[in-house]
């Protein structure tokens, strides 16, 4: 997966997540190795605009930048690591369902898109972070990606759905709170 294709799929998730799951859910063969593709150029984009930005309006220009990116970094990776966790343990377990590995992969990564993406550019454009509201539309790609990918009823399917957006949007904010508290000099 190139670059052009990546941004196609960040633009294609959050404008019409319909077509884009039903794409993704098309695609067969061994497609883990680019969904982690996919994850870590998100997650190093994400890296870069955060120390872009700690450096452009931090308080000490270079340690607020580094502070930045390293939360921002062990936040997203830890919170994919955190959602995978409680997906395939608590939430498939609770629900009685069955997921493959690269079913579950997929989804939470793509899931994750809008998170990532506002994050870019609030960490760029940090004027701009009243659209962390946008965050709740998570909920709607997360829909359109659980009806895609995992056979659930319709009842079960909207408990599910709230349950895993949740953790989507706030395992990396808590993770990345934590560490901020930790950090006696980050005054982000």
């Known amino acids: 997966m190139n670059y052009k294709n990546i941004f196609k799929r960040i633009i294609s998730i959050i404008t019409v997540p319909t077509a884009s799951w039903e794409e993704l859910s098309a695609e067969t063969g061994n497609t883990e190795k680019e969904d982690f593709r996919f994850f870590c150029f998100l997650l190093i984009a994400n890296m870069v605009s955060s120390f872009v930005g700690g450096l452009l309006y931090g308080d000490s220009p270079f340690v607020s930048a580094i502070i930045k990116s390293i939360v921002s970094g062990i ?3 830890g919170g994919f690591w955190g959602i995978y966790y409680i997906f395939t343990d608590i939430l498939c377990k609770r629900f009685k369902i069955t ?10 990564i793509y899931s994750m898109t809008l998170s990532f993406s ?11 972070f009243f659209l962390k509201v946008i965050n709740i539309y998570t909920l709607y790609i997360v829909w359109e990606g659980v009806s895609k990918l995992i056979p659930l009823e319709e009842n079960e399917r909207s408990n599910f759905v709230l349950l895993l957006s949740a953790i989507i949007i706030l395992i990396p904010f808590i993770i990345s ?12």
């Open 177 to 188: 709170q934590l560490l901020l508290f930790s950090i006696p000099i980050a005054k982000l």
């Open 118 to 128: 506002l994050s870019i550019l609030i960490a760029l454009l940090p004027g701009l």
């Open 99 to 108: 997921v493959s590995k690269a079913k579950t992969l997929r989804l939470v």
């Open 75 to 77: 936040a997203f990776f």
